[in-house]
């Protein structure tokens, strides 16, 4: 049983097709590298050009964003560290003013976005790979003033999972995108 938001990053997507029917119909599904990606219809904006459907790609890989309250807690923190306000903040902005006055706030399309499902583009990853990169020393030096709680370590996991949505950022900045699921 999947407990968390799994994270998915391609780079070089190149669409197949969409049709659940043509994939079970592959003779060889194994010697196919294929990815399926669905579109989140209420962030549509942030999937570009791309539509549900079967992806061949070059590169991929995978991490774990934690359980969906530890995810959303590091975004909160990022948020605050960044922008000075919280994501939920932020996300009342966007949802009020229909996301047009966030979009000078750091890291909004990570922020303004599902914590379930969705695509992010490459543009979109291009974008947020280059704040990541600005940010990270910053960052980690007010979370390195967090302190460790009896048995998790909330600043070297926030850390870590920065460094793997930097990672995540820059293979999918390359043709592909980042797959919340």
């Known amino acids: 049983m999947k407990m968390g938001l799994d994270i998915y990053y391609y780079s070089n997507l190149n669409f197949q097709f969409s049709s659940t029917t043509q994939y079970h119909s592959l003779k060889h599904k194994k010697q196919r590298r294929l990815a399926y990606l669905e579109v989140n219809p209420d962030f549509h904006q942030y999937s570009g ?5 079967f992806y061949t790609f070059q590169k991929a ?11 959303n807690q590091f975004r909160d923190t990022l948020c605050w560290l960044a922008n000075d306000r919280s994501a939920m903040d932020l996300i009342m902005v966007a949802n009020i003013e229909n996301g047009r006055n966030i979009a000078g706030d750091h890291f909004y399309e ?3 976005f599902s914590d ?6 490459s543009n ?7 704040e990541f990169i600005v940010w990270r020393s910053r960052i980690s030096l007010a979370v390195s003033t967090i302190p460790p709680q009896s048995d998790f370590d909330y600043a070297a ?8 949505f930097c990672t995540a950022f820059r293979i999918a900045s390359d043709g592909g995108c980042l797959y919340f699921s």
């Open 49 to 53: 050009s791309l539509q549900t459907g």
């Open 116 to 121: 379930a499902q969705g695509i992010l583009d």
């Open 110 to 112: 990570l922020i303004f």
């Open 124 to 130: 979109v990853c291009q974008h947020l790979y280059r």
């Open 61 to 71: 890989g995978h991490f774990c964003g934690g359980s969906y309250h530890l995810y």
């Open 157 to 164: 996991w926030f850390m870590e999972t920065y460094d793997h």
